[in-house]
């Protein structure tokens, strides 16, 4: 696997073996093979491993199998793929309702089945969504990246800002809530607000519209648990239209949508936000004006 990357502007000067270890991430032992198998390069050129690399530089990385072994995985259908961003490194795409991120067991097809299918080569879930929920989602299309794009998320430097319609009317346009969320005891399939064993969470809410008996709310996670959205609008008297767990209204489907995902790519340090469509989400919003 070759991975080809020109530095970009915005990044400060320093060394290849920082670059390596703090900003890739690659671990200690791949960046051993790449040292001694001379598998690095600069401008076409062999480099000392404190030479210094700086803006417009050409980086080329050459990965042999055993360093990166690549996972096969049986691939889907690439006509149910929305594509709404990707490049060589990564793929952004819209998400239906009702389909999971990937597959309980190796057999089984799922969107990243699809993805990979689309691509031509085996994807990597970097998050994911509910089965229920439909919008934006991302993979990473190769090994090297993978945990790159985790530490981002791990960092909150991806944001992902939801659409929901809850039941009810907000007491303010603007609220926070920061429950901690564990399992329910009582159901494995669900989760709880549980301030003794849970993990923290924050959700940042805004009301976009009011309507007759619901509201239209833009969900931002601070944090990433099962069900977050779900499990904090339910525990305040807010549940989700057409939540099959949490809520007892009945809708078509499950009314949450990952609408907006944005971050600044890993390598290319480009400002990157893509907006995704629902026309299921959009046409049971209109119903209930």
């Keep these: 696997m070759l991975i080809e990357i020109e530095i970009p502007k915005k990044m400060p000067e320093t060394t290849v073996k920082t670059l390596l270890e703090e900003y890739f991430l690659i671990p200690r032992k791949i960046r051993h093979f790449l040292r001694t198998k001379k598998h690095v390069l600069v401008n076409g050129q062999a480099i000392n491993w404190q ?3 700086k803006a417009g530089d050409l980086l080329q990385l050459t990965f042999d199998q055993d360093d990166y072994p690549l996972k096969t995985i049986p691939l889907g259908n690439p006509s149910l793929v929305d594509c709404l961003y990707e490049d060589e490194h990564l793929i952004i795409v819209n998400k239906a309702e009702g389909m999971k991120t990937h597959g309980n067991d190796p057999t089984e097809i799922a969107l990243l089945n699809h993805v990979s299918a689309y ?8 998050h994911r969504l509910d089965m229920e ?7 990473a299309k190769n090994p090297f990246i993978l945990p790159i794009l985790n530490r981002l998320l791990e960092d909150r430097k991806i944001s992902r800002q939801y659409w ?11 609220l926070t809530y920061t429950d901690m969320i564990g399992r329910d005891r009582h159901d494995r399939r ?18 976009k519209k009011v309507l007759p008996r619901h509201s239209l709310v833009n969900c ?23 939540d099959p767990l949490y809520s007892n209204e009945k809708a078509p489907r499950l009314l949450l949508h990952a609408h907006r995902l944005s971050f600044t790519h890993p390598l290319t340090l480009k400002d990157i936000t893509v907006n995704a469509s629902s026309e299921s989400f959009e046409s049971h919003l209109n ?3």
């Design 133 to 139: 929920t439909s919008g934006a989602i991302l993979f």
């Design 190 to 207: 669900k989760r709880r607000v549980d301030a003794h064993h849970g993990q923290k969470a924050t959700t940042l809410v805004t009301v």
């Design 220 to 242: 931002r996670l601070k944090t990433g648990r099962t069900h977050q959205i779900r499990v904090h609008l339910s525990h305040h008297g807010h549940a989700i239209l057409g």
């Design 164 to 174: 929901a319609i809850a039941k009810g009317h907000f007491s303010k346009k603007e």
């Design 287 to 289: 119903s209930l004006k």
């Design 51 to 53: 030479s210094p690399i």
């Design 119 to 126: 691509v031509g080569q085996t994807c990597y879930v970097v």
